[in-house]
């Protein structure tokens, strides 16, 4: 059985524990596989503070295991990016506390649940535990984050699908051959001015009110929360983001750039270059998962 978790607390500010969890470099881990062995997913995470700013408020939390043998298991993960307001440390500890929640939660009421020897009959389905945990979250961040708020987009994926739970402006897409399709509805007021035909998309990247959410965690106590369920692409990219990266480069940019990696850690480390070169305003946080087609 090979686990691997990552947790990330912004380019600048790693967590105390961070030196405990090994290895974070997930090309440490690759490899070739043997002729014919089964392949699994794989994962990458990259991330770059916003032109002119001096924190990055994002928070990325990676957690996947896979297993070979007689009785293998499927893979699975669970997969999180979370974007706190403001510019200082007060919107670090939103989203810090927001994806460790989270993970906490899920790894506790699903993931240690796929590891038992006998299957579990849950009395809740995933998609109602990834609600309650991200509501459970949203209680944290009331109660912990001195009245700031937290964007949280997730992925929790076992065996042929995934499943989704989303509040706020952070992004999730999936792309598979020549496709690239976002999941995940902005919960922002320029989102709203856009599907009542107020204005179109592309004044929606540079309206005064743009950063203006009227759903995030931490805002109120019964948080909304968007829940999907999508069967995971073969040869094909999951991809959760931060507003800096969608905000900055557009699906085009980001399919192109997923055609040229097939390595979910140097697809990362590009469309944040990428984002940065183009001179990005906000935090740019990304994470890729990699399904392979067998």
């Not at 090309?27 to 089964?38: I, L, N, T």
């Not at 999951?238 to 192109?256: F, P, V, Y």
Request: charged share 25%.
């Amino acid at each position: 059985m090979e686990v691997i978790r990552r947790f990330f607390a912004g380019p600048d500010q790693p967590p105390p524990d961070q030196a405990a969890t090994a290895p974070l470099d997930p090309r440490r881990v690759s490899g070739e596989k043997p002729a014919g062995a089964r392949r699994h997913i794989s994962s990458g995470a990259a991330q770059a503070k916003g032109k002119g700013r001096t924190t990055n408020n994002d928070a990325l939390f990676l957690l996947s295991g896979t297993s070979d043998g007689n009785d293998d298991l499927p893979d699975f993960g669970l997969f999180c990016i979370a974007d706190g307001d403001g510019e200082d440390a007060a919107g670090l500890k939103a989203s810090t506390l927001a994806v460790r929640s989270l993970g906490r939660n899920i790894a506790q009421g699903a993931i240690l649940d796929f590891l038992e020897p006998e299957p579990v009959t849950h009395t809740r389905s995933l998609q109602e535990m990834m609600r309650l945990a991200i509501q459970q979250a949203n209680r944290e961040v009331r109660a912990q984050a001195e009245g700031r708020a937290t964007t949280l987009t997730s992925a929790l994926v076992f065996d042929q699908q995934m499943i989704l739970g989303h509040v706020g402006d952070s992004r999730a897409y999936i792309l598979s051959g020549d496709e690239i399709r976002q999941i995940t509805r902005d919960h922002s007021l320029v989102q709203e001015l856009v599907e009542t035909g107020t204005i179109d998309a592309k004044e929606a990247l540079a309206h005064p009110q743009r950063d203006v959410l009227w759903n995030a965690m931490g805002k109120a106590i019964d948080v909304k929360v968007d829940i999907h369920v999508e069967a995971i692409p073969r040869d094909g990219f999951l991809l959760l983001c931060s507003d800096g990266l969608w905000s900055t480069l557009d699906e085009e940019e980001m399919r192109a750039e997923a055609a040229q990696h097939s390595s979910p850690q140097a697809y990362c480390e590009a469309l944040v270059q990428k984002a940065e070169q183009a001179g990005a305003g906000a935090d740019v946080s990304v994470v890729a998962v990699y399904f392979p087609e067998n």
